[in-house]
């Protein structure tokens, strides 16, 4: 079955620390997205990457990073930076970006830090 | 600014009763909107993309409809398996993939 995959769906941590959030896709789709929901929010994009090696900032970057080493993986780690780091992640991916293809979304991976 | 609004923000409907959701959007140069499906706790279904004005798609008791300023899922005889929130979300001319989300709609139908 084609799809994305996220890990784990429910992950802690202590404030201070630096966790990743692992994103695998078998759709073999060029363009992978991280999304952020908040309650009473629309999906915010972090950062989003078109082909492997080359990724760009979204509009709520800071605190994030991201790798694109491979085309099946987008892994996004937060950081100690990230003032507010507990939400829902998503991560999506599409065939490319300069056409308006649908994103197909992961599970999601819901971040506690306490 | 690029936006998208989705209204009601929460909808509570008897099982049978129609009704529709709206989502008026400024995306500059919309290239497509999209309508997704999620379920509490759980990734958005993809279920619709609507080009250009006057577009409709249907899919079961779903029907999508764009105009220039907005567009609306119209729910028709829903069924309590159709609570769900239902995402909004445009795309424009930027280039960078990115979709505009409305905040969504809460859709409850009691049997």
């Known amino acids: 079955d084609g799809g994305i995959t996220q890990s784990p769906k429910y992950l802690f941590r202590k404030e201070g620390q630096n966790v990743t959030l692992s994103c695998e896709q078998n759709?073999?789709?060029?363009?992978m997205y991280w999304y952020r929901q908040d309650p009473g929010q629309g999906l915010r994009l972090i950062y989003y990457?078109?082909?492997?090696?080359?990724?760009q900032k979204g509009d709520i970057a800071e605190g994030y990073s991201v790798s694109r080493e491979k085309k099946e993986s987008f892994p996004l780690t937060v950081t100690s930076a990230q003032k507010n780091p507990t939400a829902f992640y998503l991560c999506a991916s599409s065939p490319g970006i300069r056409v308006a293809y649908e994103q197909y979304f992961g599970p999601g991976t819901r971040l506690t830090v306490t | 600014e690029d936006q998208v609004t989705q209204s009601p923000e929460a909808l509570r409907l008897q099982e049978g009763e129609s009704s529709s959701l709206n989502c008026s959007y400024t995306v500059s140069g919309l290239r497509g909107l999209f309508w997704y499906r999620q379920d509490p706790g759980k990734g958005p279904e993809f279920l619709f993309t609507?080009?250009?004005a006057g577009e409709e798609k249907e899919k079961e008791r779903l029907k999508a409809t764009l105009t220039k300023k907005e567009s609306f899922l119209h729910i028709t005889a829903p069924k309590p398996e159709d609570s769900a929130t239902y995402l909004c979300a445009g795309y424009g001319s930027s280039n960078t993939g990115k979709l505009i989300f409305g905040q969504g709609t809460t859709l409850q139908v009691k049997p």
């Open positions: 990457s078109q082909i492997v090696n080359d990724f």
């Open positions: 609507l080009y250009s």
């Open positions: 759709l073999n789709h060029d363009a």
